[in-house]
């Protein structure tokens, strides 16, 4: 679990974290509860600081601020694909009823939402909220990198609140803007 809790935290600040001139009033902020062994983790930053270090890392697929995507053997059209997600109609995507999970995607007033109850190993529930200024500010190149700059502007403008929580047996995690 102690892997599958470092890639959450690292995938959640990748959603939250952008490049360029942050209010210097906003933050991000992640909460982390190992129940395994007790250790928390308890991150407030302000976003200023977050684009200070994303600027100044290099390493694996971050490189000068962008994302790498590692996605092999598929061609997708991520501006098509982010378009269609924020013009489609309020309404529940997907609903996947599983033995071993639950899934629910849906989309209502601007936002979208992902909702995952995995009832095996772990017994996680992962919540994801994100707002449509987040999907507009969603920038992709030709090698499948985010411009994680374009996710800058949105976080300023979203509401405070939660991005994404997860619950599980050994674990917490709490990612939020304010």
Request: hydrophobic share 50%; aromatic share 2%.
């Given at each position: 679990m102690k892997r599958t809790l470092i890639v959450i935290i690292a995938a959640a600040l990748l959603v939250a974290t952008p490049l360029g001139a942050a209010d210097p009033d906003r933050w991000l902020n992640v909460n982390v509860?190992?129940?395994?062994?007790?250790?928390?983790?308890?991150?407030?930053?302000?976003?200023?600081?977050?684009?200070?270090?994303?600027n100044s890392v290099d390493v694996d697929n971050l490189h000068g601020g962008k994302v790498q995507l590692d996605i092999e053997d598929a061609e997708i059209d991520w501006p098509q694909l982010l378009a269609?997600?924020?013009?489609?109609?309020?309404?529940e995507f997907v609903k996947v009823d599983a033995p071993d999970a639950k899934v629910q995607v849906s989309k209502r007033t601007g936002t979208l939402y992902v909702n995952v109850v995995e009832t095996a190993e772990d017994h996680a529930t992962v919540n994801v909220t994100l707002p449509m200024s987040?999907?507009?500010?969603?920038?992709?190149d030709e090698a499948n990198q985010i411009d994680m700059a374009a996710l800058l502007t949105s976080l300023d403008q979203l509401p405070n609140g939660d991005l994404v929580t997860v619950e599980a047996d050994d674990a917490t995690v709490r990612v939020w803007v304010e």
């Open positions: 509860l190992d129940k395994s062994d007790g250790t928390k983790v308890d991150v407030h930053l302000p976003l200023q600081l977050v684009v200070a270090v994303l269609a997600v924020k013009d489609a109609p309020d309404g987040m999907i507009d500010a969603l920038k992709f």
